[in-house]
């Protein structure tokens, strides 16, 4: 069996995801691997086109397909996204039907299922038969279990191979998408920036994405306080992130480029704005370049702004993952959502509309103690991983662990003392005296500071 991986990681042979690959050569010597690296060759892939196309034909001659990628903010780093961009270009669906592919990632575990979905979909798009991946949090294969999980998985998937079947209950649906024409839609005249709040846009939109450009005007000429576009196009920004972790300590990236410039008025703003094209099944890999560049911050939420939105141009509806990432970022930044907007109702009115509900967003939250949205499993759950990973490699991560300290974000349960002592006093009664709770004493004492909370509010109204 021939089998090639195609490895997303900047740091190659010297990364934690090539461990994993290169635990499988070893435990499975019977099959041929070759492995291809994509994102340390992606500026030769980019430029040189006789060398994607030798590249795309030796995924044609392999029986197998692996994509191997550490998870870089939520999805894969732009160097691999670059190069999905870049067979899609080359029509390279036309060559790859019905070959059996796979992914297999190291992480943190934090939105590593949105990074796989993602290569789910787009394996589908390129014709490929997509094998459920292994996500491997950094260390797993360092311990037993892991080890018999991760060659579990092999087997599994070099069976399914085998049988030519890759026994699947997921199937991905084709996107189906006609952009909607806004030619109707008039742009009102700017109105006079009244307003005392930084608004930043962050705009990756090229000539040809005319409805991202209208949305983003409509937006910019509606809203009463003064707004800032950052285009990419125009911003020399040299290469994704390579995770060297020079940043660990506090210390500035290593790239000497104009991203610094850029995210500091991100940084600043009291409102940001992402607005982006959609290419294959997410923003692109210019945008994720950006995106990833983040990581000179760490797991540091350093955003002044409270109000964080997304502006989509492309079939966002049909694309469930990409959302559910956006909706994540929105609470990860602990911003109050803002909204997401995107081209693909049929009816361009109604797009109209719901880049005005945006304005008057703003204005409303502004008026109104700028509060923030309840966070769900997405923030809070996020908030948990980062936290963990943060405590575990405070050694390294130093800026991050300072800045977790200070902002009191290390909020371990077994920090809280109280909350302690009563679990084991609770718990300590029941074993000696076999105290059994009814429940419905438990539930009284479950809504006491609820009742009181409410007593003291109608108090307060009734004075
Ligand atoms: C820019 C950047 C973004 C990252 N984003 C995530 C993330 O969203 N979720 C996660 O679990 N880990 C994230 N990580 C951690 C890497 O996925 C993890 O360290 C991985 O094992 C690195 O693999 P490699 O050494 O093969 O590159 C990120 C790391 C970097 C450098």
Redesign the pocket.
Known sequence: MNIIVLNG???GQK????QYTQYLEIKFSEYNFETIEISRKINRLEKNEKYLVSIINKMVEADVITWAF?????LVPSQLKLFIELLFKQNAQELLQGKIATGIS???????HTAHNYMHEISSDLGLRYVRGFSAE?NDILSKKGQNNFLGFAKDFFWKVNENDIIEDRIISKIDWKSTDMHSIEIPKKITKTGNKKIVIVSDADVEDQNLIKMIRLFENQVSHPVEIIELGNTKIKGG?I?CLKCGDGDACFYKDEYADAFSKVRKADIVIYAGAIKDRYYSARFKKFI?RY?SNGHRNVLSAGLLGHIVSGPLNQIANMRETLEAHIEVSHCHRLGIVSDDNLDAKMIGKHINNMVKTVEHWVANEEWTTGQTFLGVGGHKVFRDLVYHYRGVMTADYKFYKEKKLLDFPTRNFSQRLFGFLLLTMKKIFKLKLKPKEMNEQRLKPFKNLLAKEQLAINN
């Not at 990364?15 to 090539?18: F, L, R």
């Not at 550490?70 to 939520?74: A, E, K, L, S």
């Open positions: 990681s900047p740091h990364g934690i995801t090539a550490p998870v870089y903010t939520m190291s992480s943190a575990n934090f939105y590593d950094m992130c995770g990833d990581f």
